[in-house]
Each structure stands twice: as structure tokens, then as C-alpha cells.
RNA sequence: GUACCCGUAGCUCAGUUGGAUAGAGUGUCUCCCUCCGAAGGAGAAGGUCGUUGGUUCGAAUCCAAUCGGGUGCACCA
């Protein structure tokens, strides 16, 4: 219907003008929704006031035209302008209880809009560095991640989750330093606390490393250089961290498609490459950085000669260090080299999840996509804000690497999957989330989630009770049941709701906005509540009428459309639909 | 100092990417099960959308200031 009305506006205008010239992308350009007040019909579109603009006509003449072709539709009754512009539509009941048949029809793809027809994206997320279990704020990113992943799936695209291994560096080195002296502990050599450096890690979670390690090598590394344990202890530490942090994202519900290392990266010389990149483009350039503001004046800074990338001519701030004087790559270089390699893997977008304390780093990011891309790969990053988490109202300290933190696998533990995934979605990712474990915890009931799960619980009570009476239902008979009974307002607009659900998943994967999808999912059950107890003052809007199994059915379909539509958007946000709340 | 984000009902937040009379939940008040699940529903009350200008048919939304809060600002990863 929607898509319709769309169309129908783009015919419109054909006729009298170069659409080509206009360039309008007619899904996301002008709005076709349903109105505010109900006054205003079915459905509006301020299609009118957008060409007038770009026209330059008067609104009303351009409504004209776009009413004429409205109302040549069918199933379109009513189709009349309001100033200033607007455009209000009616359109026939029985089109709109046909999406009923449809849902039941086309289930989870009903959702489904094939608008960007399998454009490959690449989603990075998570890419928690190899040291220690994820945590809380990691819990964000992975939910966050991996619902956008399916929502741009909803759209057509075709998807690779991805995480980035961060394994090389001084933090790894740390931790295998940290694992090496746990590691004398299980050969009775003492070591005490503050043998630990500040940079290093004295989480339990490094003991149960060793005790793998003390397994495989006994005491084969006790006594030896560092030179000849770093390496083992990089690698043996660095695969159990990955397996924890696997594990990690398979309890909340994660699954990536690929893992890129970046010493994989290191040994295919990518650094390289993305630096001879840049120099094509003449984007590298030996220089000196001037002092930043940023770092205090009692610290260190020298100036000195290096190479350095032009970001700036892209929208940074200051221009990048590749490489530091002394010929090393800086960190930067590895995101070079990764972003090229995600490049000419040949992703036509790629959509990276940070969490705001990397909102410094975006523009560089960008930077280096626009330039090494030619400008050709479409680059998001969405920076999510930090978890407050609170026990009790007090907040909790957290640092990784005296191993106090709170761990996703904890959250999990305590509330579950589902309810540590719907409190990390169902607020906008610009907005800083209050995550109080008490509060999760005992407010279950007050939950949203619940809200909605206890609407899906009824409508399966309902199909039990029906069970019961007339027998087992069968889903493509209710998928052509005469609808003719369907009359009532809260009736049709659940109806209408439904209608409107491929458009929200739409907008929402559009804007890379998954707390959309939890929104509406209330919007919805709240639909059914509202039309359910109506049913206990009006018996004659009560679903199963024991003495006609006919308008039983038509309800039982409505019903049966609602819940696919529940189920289509707790797949979207992973999250499992309840058949029973008792 | 500077960059990004936030500021909407007592509280927690939406607001479909500039649309018509700004909405939910929660809390307060009043009602609704002889009944398919009351973990629900109907209604009342609650607002200078931080503030001030600007852009236009039209602004919570865009722009410029400004106030308050948050997160960052390496040649470290």
C-alpha cells in the first residue's frame, strides 16, 4: 500500500516534468504515513510541499496532479488536499485486511523490502581487544551490531558481520607478561601482587589461562628468557581469550561471519599497500606535527620528522601519523591497512559500531575510507554511548585490568539474554543507558519487553483455547478466510498496524536505528491488549465464538498475522517470543 | 582550549529523518473481569520541547549563539 502510493506519486509526476532532473529517491524523500489525527484518513503524504519545493510551483498545483493519479487506484476512495499541501488519503477496509492473508502468507519475509538488492555491506563490531572477557559495554556494541546487521539484511543487503583481532601491540605483550608470571605460580614460585606494572592484567580470568598452559607445557618456560616464552604466551593467550570472547557473544545471541587479524593484516604487508595508496592519491606527505592541545604541558613532546597522511584535505581535524620517525607503524597505520583490506574485498558499504569514547577517532576513520575507496564505498560509523551500570543506584568502577568489571556473562547470568538485548536496543544509541542490575532485576513486570511478550503469550492462549473447541488450526485456511466480520475500529487498526510494520523495519534500517523496532513492537502489542479487553465488555469482539466458527476464524487470522509480526521483530532484535507466562 | 553526543510531562524515554492539535511507560486520581490470561484496558491530570535569535508555507527536528551535563583530544593500543 505504501509502496503504492509511492509509485503512484513518481507516475504523477512523469507526466509533466524530467523526473531524472529531480533525482528524488522516493523512498526515503517524501513521507507516506499514517497521520497523527485519525481526522486526516488512512494514510498522508506531504509529497506536494517536497516537488514544490524543488519545482518551484505552487503545492496545490502539484497536489492536484498527484490526487488525479491517487484516486485512478482502486483501492484508494479518498484522496483530498489540506493546506498547505498536504495530501490525505483514504484507502478501502477490504485492501487493508487483505495484508492479513498476506502476513499469514509470507510469515518473517513479509518484512522484507528488497530496495537494495543484495549491495554488499560489511558490519564491524564489537572488536574487543584479545585481553580479557567482554564486559558490559561490549554487551552494547555486539546487540547493537548485530540487530543492525539484521535489520540491513531486512532491506536486501547482503551482510558480513565482522569482528577485528587487535593482537598485536603492547597490551598483548602485557597480557602474556601477566599470564607468564601466573604462570610460575603453578611451579610453586611465588609472586606477589605488586610484581603487577600498572599495564598489566590480574583478572582470576588470567589463571585459568595458565592453568591450560601449565597443562600443555608444565614447566618447559620456567627460567627461560623473556625472549623465548613472549611469543608462545602471545599466542597461547590470545586464542583463549578469543575462545572466551566467542563464547561471550554466543551467550547473548552473537554469531560473526568472519574474524580479521590484524597480524594476519601485518603479514600480508598490508601496511604497506595502504600506505602506497595514499601516496597515489598524494595524500602522503614527511612532516612535524605541532604540539596538541590535548596533552598537558608538563609532558613530553618532541618534534619530530614523520609520515603522515593528509586526512585533513578529507575533514580531520590534524593530519594522521602513519609512520613514527623511527620507521614503525603507528596504530592508525593497522586501521589503514585493515580499512583497505576491507575496501578491496569489495564492500560496497561498510557500517562500523564504537563506542563513544572512540568519538575522536571517527573523522580520521572516514579520512582514510574516502581517500582509499576514491570516495566510492559508503562509510557509517555509529558511536553508541557508554553503559551506566549501577547496583543499587551506585555506580560500579570498572577496570579491565585489575580484572574488577562486570562481565557480559554475568549480566546474562543475572537477567538473562533476552532482557540484557532488549534494555541495550530499546533506546537510541545516542542516549546513555542506566543499566541498575536490582532494577533489571526486580522490575521484570515493568519491563516493555514483557509488554510485549505477554500480548504474544495471549494470542497463543487463544489458539490453545481454539484447539480445544474447534480442533488444529490450519494456518493456509486462515491465510483465505473471509474477513468480512472485521469491522470494529481496534480491530482495524491493529490492521493497519501490521500494515505499517515493512515500512517501520524499513525506516529503521534505513537510519541504522534499531530501538525502532522494540518501539513499535509496543505499539503493537498495545494494539492487541486495547482490542482484547474491549472484548470482555462487547463479547462480540471476543476472539473464539464457540457457535460460529466462521467470524472465529477471520479473528483467529488477524490474531495469527499479529503474532508472525511479533515473531518477525524478536527475530530482528534476538529476542525469544514466550508461548506461556504462567 | 577544542571535537562529538545529550537536554522533551514529577521520573525513564519516543517523536518515522522539516509536517497538521508534541506522544508512550511509570508515579498520582477515577473507573473496567459471572467473561479468550487484570502481568491488562478506558479516562483525568501533568509541557515556554534548556535559553535567545535566524532560515520558511511550517521547527522539538535545520543554522548561529548561549547555558547545563557526558565522552574524547599521542609519536598508546
Redo the contacts with the bound molecule.
Sequence with gaps: MFRMVRHCILDALQQYIDVCDLNVDID????V?????K???DL???AA??F??KLKKP?KEIANIICEHLLKIPEITEASI???????IRVNTDTWKLKIGEIIRLGCDYSYTNIYQGTTVNVEFVSA?PTGPLHTGHARNAVLGSVIANLLEKVGYIVTREFYI?D?????KSLAKSVYLRYQENFGITVPDSTFTDDMYCGEYIRDITAALAEIHHDAFIGKDEAEWLRPFCEFSIARMMDGIKNDLAIVGVTMDLYTS?ASLHARGMMDRALTKLMENGDVYGG??P?????SND??????P?TLFNSTKYGD??D??IQ??DG?????A?DLAYHLDKIERGYQRLVTIL?????????RLLAAVNAMSHGKVQFDVR?Y??VNFLENGVPVRMSKRSGNFITLRDVVDRVGKDITRYMMI???H?????FDFAKVVEC???N?L??VQ?AY??I???F??YESVFGKVDEAELAICDTACITDELEMELVKALA?WP??VK?AA??L?S??IP?HL??I??NF?????????N?E????DRNDKESTKARLALLLATKFVIEDGFKIIGVTP?????
Design positions: 526515503t524523500e517524501i513521507a504515513e499514517p497521520p497523527h489525527c481526522n486526516h484518513g498522508y503524504t506531504n510541499m517536497v514544490a519545493k503545492p489540506a493546506n498547505p499541501g498536504f495530501i490525505n581487544n587487535n598485536l601491540g603492547s597490551q598483548i590484524e612535524v606535527l604540539r596538541p592541545k590535548g596533552i609532558e613530553e613532546w618532541e618534534e619530530l614523520q581535524d590534524v594522521r601519523v613514527k620517525s614503525t607503524w603507528t596504530y592508525f593497522g563506542g563513544a569514547d572512540h568519538n575522536g577517532y571517527i573523522k558511536l554511548q557508554l530499546s533506546r537510541h545516542d542516549v546513555m543507558i542506566d521484570t513486570i515493568d516493555p514483557f509488554y505477554y503469550a495471549r497463543c492462549s487463544v490453545r483455547h505499517y515500512e517501520q525506516a534505513i537510519a536505528e530501538h525502532r518501539k509496543q505499539d502489542a498495545h491488549h486495547a482490542l482484547w479487553n474491549k472484548g470482555k465488555t463479547a469482539l471476543r476472539f473464539i514466550m508461548q506461556e507466562m504462567r
